[in-house]
């Protein structure tokens, strides 16, 4: 007999069940039968039971899924003997590869996300005559209160929706560029893990500078200021095995809900200053505006910033101006005296032709 699958109560010539009143009562009740050629012995099926089946259920388990699920294991007489809920954390498995027990790997397939299914699994499914010393006895019928939670697969990309696109967009999000964005960040089963909005101001950062997630600089690229989107994060592109202590569980699949505010520009890859346009060719001069023939650091910041509000040229926009001035500064101070001389400035000018965040 091959296996079978059903969606009403007991068909006829189906061995008494040990459960009949439950049997009857499932709104929705499938019942697999293993592989073999003898009648099937009461007590001997898996019976699955839906007792909740969320509306919406864009995806539903397969074999070779990962998922995260919550469970109460029980035996028939109602006697508790395991249960995730005790432990504070989801068990998490590749359906259909023997991590779990077989009658378990068979109930988990077809699962949505916030379903819960009463699963009873019998000892040939489960842990047989033997059972598992100081746990479950022989020949023992296993009951399951699961509840799913979560579910991605290896081959999963990262997925982008757009909700809203406004008309007007000159510009999209490149690598470089600073932005500013609200979010909220929530798991499958629709927990909110995290949300610019609890900290009264927007998130702000440098693209591709991995400042965030793998999965959020990818998500975020090519937005539109205004624009809102949706973003499935597997969890290989997000927090990995390890999770966030606390905050989001090991494993898990993160969606955001993103909405770009504003954007600034960056500068090409690499560069952290640029001119708008000619360089002056007094350059050294200008600099060292008490003309000592020495540069110090106070001097040079002044003059950069000088050339920055005058819109002769731009800093790399995200990062601490003063940070990114002093780093000039040491490029030119060759020797580390904290002074730039004219011979520094020139030998560094002829050596870095090729580099570019020099002046
Ligand atoms: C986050 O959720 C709040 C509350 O539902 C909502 O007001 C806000 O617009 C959401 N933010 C984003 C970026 O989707």
């Known amino acids: 007999m091959g296996a079978r699958h059903r ?7 189906m061995p008494v069940s040990r459960w009949p009143v439950l049997a009857l009562q499932a709104a929705f009740l499938v019942s697999f039968v293993t592989c073999n050629d003898a009648p099937p012995v009461p007590g001997d099926q898996l019976h699955i039971d839906r ?3 969320p509306e919406l259920c864009p995806r539903s388990v397969k074999e070779g899924d990962f998922v995260r699920y919550h469970y109460h294991g029980t035996f028939p007489d109602g006697t508790k003997f395991d249960s995730s809920y005790d432990r504070g954390t989801t068990y998490n498995v590749f359906v259909g590869k023997g991590q779990t027990i077989a009658g378990m790997d068979k109930a988990l397939i077809g699962m949505c996300v916030n379903e819960r299914r009463l699963v009873k699994i019998p000892p040939s499914l489960a842990y047989g005559s033997e059972g598992m010393a100081g ?3 022989p020949d023992a019928v296993l009951h399951f209160d699961v509840l799913l939670l979560d579910i991605w697969n290896p081959e999963d990309k990262m997925e982008i929706k757009t909700y809203y696109k406004p008309e007007n967009c000159a510009r999209t999000v490149q690598v470089s560029d600073f932005i500013r964005y609200h979010y909220n960040g929530t798991l499958l089963d629709g927990t909110l893990f995290d949300s610019s909005h609890q900290y009264g101001k927007t998130y702000n950062i440098v693209l591709g500078s991995g400042q965030v997630i793998m ?24 927090y990995g095995e390890a999770g966030v202590e606390g905050e989001v569980p090991g494993s898990a699949v ?9 954007l600034i520009p960056g ?27 020495e540069i110090f650091l106070q001097e040079f910041t002044e003059y950069i910033n000088a050339q920055v509000e ?24 060759r020797n580390e005296d904290g002074k730039i001389t004219e011979a520094e ?14 002046l």
Not at 215 to 238: A, N, S
Not at 271 to 286: C, H, I, T
Request: aromatic share 8%; hydrophobic share 35%.
């Open 7 to 13: 969606t009403a109560a007991a068909p006829p010539g």
């Open 51 to 53: 007792t909740s089946v």
């Open 135 to 137: 746990v479950i006895p």
């Open 215 to 238: 999965g959020m600089d990818i998500g975020l690229q090519d937005m539109c200021v205004g624009e809102k989107r949706t973003v499935f994060i597997p969890p290989h592109l997000g």
């Open 254 to 262: 993160l969606i955001f809900n993103i909405e770009l505010l504003e």
């Open 267 to 293: 500068l090409p890859d690499g560069y952290m200053f640029v001119w708008n346009g000619d360089v002056s060719p007094n350059l050294f001069e200008e600099i060292d505006k008490d003309q000592n023939g």
């Open 310 to 333: 005058s819109g002769k040229g731009q800093l790399a926009p995200g990062f601490d101006p003063a940070k990114i001035i002093e780093n000039m500064f040491k490029n030119q101070d």
């Open 345 to 358: 400035f020139k030998l560094k000018d002829q050596e870095d032709k090729e580099r570019h965040d020099e």
